[in-house]
């Protein structure tokens, strides 16, 4: 059962509530880079963002808002650091959210300028905190970056908001490590109603991340936590969007599509079944059938171990076999075997 959270709104995406579960990711272009900022923001959306964020480090930075919202029709969330004036001109700028931690802008009439301006401009507050960032006084009363610390901090930085009647707030709260994020999130779904952004952060390269992420994030989602999701890694970020999606596909919480299943080959494989299964997954990409294609190395026991697959491949030697559904439809030389599969699912 999901867990009931209130509602905000980013741009035209709702976060919370029964919407379904929105995937991120964040440019990795240098600020300074308006053009290949814009580039990456377009690349991000046709691969399916739902929301992208950019670091606005400085005043200068704050041209890259209307750049991007001049491209893009997807949200666009403005992560600040420090600086509230930032946070007003990128609300000022066309922002749809403001990403920051209140508690590390300075005093109350900063927070409250922040606060104000965004209810000005109808703007959502995602409050993040990693396990870097913690507060010294909250580290020395827990002995470190523990799940408990990570939240105490982030209903504090809320009750900041709070204090001037803002409530349309989201939480993250990121560790790199995997236990201590998913606590750290259980512990605070219990405690407070507002929607989660989940996601492991600082995870690792694409191989590594990938499995930190759909643990950590995966567990949540099964257990009815979490809002909307980043899949933080070091790579190209439109591999964040994939993941992310992947992870949702999995849990059956994602967009209809397809499902690919392939075998894992063995010595009776006599194509390159690992070639074609990737390249049939990369065709994939945008389908929105929903429907499970099979990529199978055996054409002994290839359809007869995929018959539950709407329409699938299984190799020979040089030759394979199109099925569906079990049953074969005609043998295939091996290099039409892609062609001939895709030429299948568009009849479907």
């Known amino acids: 059962m999901r867990r009931k959270s209130k509602q905000i709104m980013v741009g035209h995406v709702p976060i919370g509530g029964n919407a379904p579960v929105a995937v991120q990711s964040m440019l990795n272009v240098p600020s300074t880079d308006i053009v290949g900022s814009v580039q990456q923001s377009m690349r991000l959306e046709q691969a399916g963002c739902q929301i992208l964020r950019a670091a606005i480090p400085n005043q200068k930075a704050v041209a890259l808002i209307p750049a991007i919202r001049s491209a893009i029709s997807i949200p666009l969330v403005a992560d600040i650091h420090f600086d509230y004036r930032l946070a007003l001109a990128a609300a000022d700028a066309g922002a749809d959210a403001i990403r920051i931690n209140p508690g590390n802008i300075g005093g109350e ?57 803002f409530m349309d707030i989201a939480i993250s709260i990121k560790s790199s490590n ?35 992420s759909a643990i950590g994030i995966g567990s949540l989602l099964q257990h009815g936590i979490g809002d909307t999701i980043r899949v933080s ?9 994939y993941a992310g999606q992947d992870i949702l596909h999995a849990l059956g919480m994602g967009q209809h599509g397809p499902t690919l299943i392939s075998c894992p080959t063995c010595g009776r494989t006599r194509i390159d079944i690992i ?21 199978m190395g055996c054409a002994v026991n290839g359809p007869g171990e995929a018959r539950e697959a709407d329409v699938g491949i299984a190799g020979g030697d040089g030759v394979g076999l199109l099925f569906k559904k079990g049953k074969i439809i005609r043998r295939v030389p091996e290099n039409r075997l892609v062609l001939s599969l895709m ?5 479907l």
Do not use: W
Not at 131 to 155: M, N
Not at 233 to 241: K, N, Q, S
């Open 109 to 165: 009439d900063r927070i409250k300028a922040v606060v104000d301006k965004c209810r000005e401009k109808h703007l959502p507050i995602r409050i993040g905190v990693n396990s870097g960032s913690l507060e010294k006084d909250l580290l020395q009363k827990y002995g470190g970056p523990t799940p408990e610390a990570l939240v105490e901090s982030a209903l504090h930085h809320a009750a900041l908001l709070e204090k001037f009647g």
């Open 178 to 212: 995997v236990n201590t994020t998913v606590r750290a999130y259980e512990l605070c779904a219990e405690k407070c109603s507002y929607p989660l952004h989940l996601g492991v952060t600082e995870t690792g390269t694409e191989r590594m991340g990938i499995i930190k």
């Open 233 to 241: 890694l070091t790579a190209d970020p439109v591999r964040e969007i």
């Open 275 to 295: 070639k074609i299964a990737n390249e049939v997954e990369e065709r994939l990409r945008g389908c929105k059938k929903t429907i499970t294609v099979a990529v």
């Open 343 to 347: 030429e299948e699912i568009e009849k």
